[in-house]
Nanobody
Framework: QVQLVESGGGVLHSGDSLKLSCTVV?????????LGWYRQASGKQRELVGT??????NDVESVEDRFTLSLDNAKNTMTLEVNNLKPEDTAVYYC???????????WGQGTQVFVSS
């Protein structure tokens, strides 16, 4: 069974940097898989942070320049780095894996990030 194992997060301060990791277990990433980070603040809808494609090309899309996504294909691990953290970055961050053709969609358990002012 495919699993997404997240790590990182915790309590940080404004201006700090954040690094989250998501490791895909029991699946070899290849073309047509897309990894992504989403976040959900208390009382708000889940929103996209960024995505990165797996396989031959690692194309990245992120909603802000402060968000950097990368993929270590050998380790099946995606990383999210956020610079210059702000209190509004406080949320539960979720890793997502989906296939662009077949109906496959997986979520991690979520990791809490709290940014104090």
């Amino acid at each position: 069974q495919v699993q997404l194992v997240e790590s990182g997060g915790g309590v940080l301060h404004s201006g700090d940097s954040l690094k989250l990791s998501c490791t895909v277990v029991h699946l070899n990433l290849a073309n047509f898989w897309v990894l992504g980070w989403y976040r959900q603040a208390s009382g708000k809808q889940r929103e996209l942070v960024g995505t990165i494609t797996a396989g031959d090309r690692n194309d990245v899309e992120s909603v802000e320049d402060r968000f950097t996504l990368s993929l270590d294909n050998a380790k099946n691990t995606m990383t999210l780095e956020v610079n210059n953290l702000k209190p509004e970055d406080t949320a539960v961050y979720y890793c997502n894996l989906r296939h662009r053709i077949i109906a496959a969609n997986y979520w991690g358990q979520g990791t809490q990030v709290f940014v104090s002012s």
